[in-house]
Nanobody, 125 residues
Framework: QLQLRESMEYLMQPGESLRLTCAIP????????LGWFRQAPGEGRKFVAG????????YYDDSVRGRFAVSRDTSKNTLALQMTKLKPTDTAEYSC??????????????????WGQGTRVTVSS
């Protein structure tokens, strides 16, 4: 199971930065990719960023490319999402997720089998 660390809710101002971290499964060999998703109020859950565990290849939604960075800390077995230049449109509940061991589409929500509990990020002035 994935666990999203730290606070369950953040209130941020536009332009600020925030780093989310997620503890990934203790058996990383069973995972092909790790990702971050978000669900804005009244909308469905959408892909934000992800990476392939084996080679670290990263993927981003166009809405966050250049502002967000996904990374994996192998020493701590965590997945991080560094968010910069936050916008009100980034307001959502963010969740980390992991696929199974098979090669799948990193950006497809259907590829993911394990989910963190989510944390709410509100960006407002």
């Amino acid at each position: 199971q994935l666990q999203l660390r730290e606070s369950m809710e953040y209130l941020m101002q536009p332009g600020e930065s925030l780093r989310l971290t997620c503890a990934i499964p203790t058996q990383p060999q069973s995972v092909y990719a790790l990702g971050w998703f978000r669900q804005a109020p009244g909308e469905g859950r959408k892909f934000v960023a992800g990476l392939i565990k084996k080679d670290g290849l990263t993927y981003y939604d166009d809405s966050v490319r250049g502002r967000f960075a996904v990374s994996r800390d192998t020493s701590k077995n965590t997945l991080a999402l560094q968010m910069t230049k936050l916008k009100p449109t980034d307001t959502a509940e963010y969740s980390c997720a992991a696929t199974g061991p098979e090669q799948v589409s990193v950006t497809d929500i259907g590829s993911y089998e394990s989910w963190g509990q989510g944390t709410r990020v509100t960006v407002s002035s």
